[in-house]
């Protein structure tokens, strides 16, 4: 299949070229799409010089810091209009090992949705600090409580799709961000009655650069859920 790997930035300039280089290690055949919200620390200026010897390389590089949701949806979008068959979303930070890539796609041959999962086979994280698994965890959980997303792990955000899948999907319409687009791309996908596999990762907090969590992506995540449950019909159908 067709492959390409999508990873947004911001300020990712300590990590950005090597984790180029690791997925091409793992998955030579590949192409990567990075998606940056104009990094102040350059980011986007690395994968440019990358680009002029390795074009499997690409950038979208956007004008500010607009958000994950819509740099994903960005990014998803032109890489369906480039015809690519399997799409990876994954952060650039290695908390996401690029090893795990050629599992996810040997499993999308059966699947319309592969997830690298922490949570699949007991809790595989590293490095977090209580309170913050204890967040991770419990979101998970109510997002199953009120859902039923039958998902152990449906914040994560390293997964692949087979492309004839997500074309189903109405990509403008996603306006969440952090936990809440993942849970939201999650939940479509299942509605739409895609296969979804979960496989066990290990989850390792990033090396360099700071975390982009903040209260507002979790309050976001919180009501998200409602909405799904109850305006599915509404927001959604076609």
Same mark, same amino acid.
């Given at each position: 299949?067709?492959?390409i790997?999508?990873?947004?930035?911001?300020?990712?300039?300590?990590?950005?070229?090597?984790?180029?280089?690791a997925?091409?290690?793992s &998955?030579? !055949?590949?192409?990567?799409?990075?998606?940056d919200?104009? #990094?102040p620390?350059?980011?986007?200026?690395? +994968?440019? *010089?990358?680009?002029?010897?390795?074009?499997?390389v690409?950038?979208?590089?956007?004008?500010?810091?607009m958000?994950l949701?819509?740099?994903?949806?960005?990014?998803?979008?032109?890489?369906?209009?480039?015809?690519?068959?399997?799409?990876?979303?994954?952060?650039?930070?290695?908390?996401?090992?690029?090893s795990?890539?050629?599992?996810l &796609?040997? !499993?999308?041959?059966?699947n319309?949705?592969?997830?690298? #999962?922490?949570?699949?086979?007991?809790?595989? +994280?590293? *490095?977090?600090p209580?309170?913050?698994?204890?967040l991770s965890?419990?979101?998970n959980?109510?997002?199953?409580?009120?859902?039923?997303?039958?998902?152990?792990?449906a914040?994560?955000?390293?997964k692949?799709?087979?492309?004839?899948?997500?074309?189903?999907?109405?990509l403008?319409?996603?306006?969440?961000?952090?936990?809440?687009?993942?849970?939201?791309?999650?939940?479509?996908m299942?509605?739409?009655?895609?296969?979804i596999?979960?496989?066990s990762i290990?989850?390792?907090?990033?090396?360099s650069?700071?975390?982009k969590m903040n209260?507002?992506?979790?309050?976001?995540a919180?009501?998200?859920?409602w909405?799904?449950k109850?305006?599915f019909?509404?927001?959604?159908?076609k």
């Amino acid at each position: 299949m067709k492959s390409i790997v999508v990873i947004p930035t911001y300020n990712e300039i300590e990590n950005i070229s090597n984790i180029i280089d690791a997925i091409f290690i793992s &998955l030579p !055949e590949t192409h990567i799409l990075i998606v940056d919200d104009n #990094s102040p620390d350059g980011t986007s200026s690395a +994968v440019k *010089n990358i680009i002029e010897s390795n074009s499997k390389v690409h950038l979208i590089a956007r004008s500010g810091k607009m958000g994950l949701g819509t740099a994903y949806c960005e990014g998803f979008t032109w890489a369906l209009n480039e015809g690519f068959e399997a799409i990876f979303e994954m952060d650039a930070d290695f908390s996401h090992n690029p090893s795990d890539l050629p599992r996810l &796609l040997d !499993e999308l041959k059966e699947n319309d949705l592969v997830i690298g #999962s922490r949570y699949i086979s007991g809790v595989n +994280v590293v *490095n977090w600090p209580l309170r913050r698994l204890i967040l991770s965890y419990g979101a998970n959980m109510y997002t199953r409580w009120i859902t039923g997303l039958p998902l152990m792990d449906a914040t994560g955000g390293f997964k692949c799709f087979k492309a004839e899948a997500l074309r189903k999907i109405d990509l403008t319409r996603i306006k969440t961000n952090g936990y809440g687009f993942q849970i939201e791309m999650n939940y479509l996908m299942w509605k739409i009655g895609a296969k979804i596999k979960e496989i066990s990762i290990i989850f390792i907090d990033r090396r360099s650069g700071t975390s982009k969590m903040n209260k507002k992506i979790i309050y976001e995540a919180i009501f998200l859920v409602w909405k799904l449950k109850f305006l599915f019909d509404k927001k959604y159908k076609k």
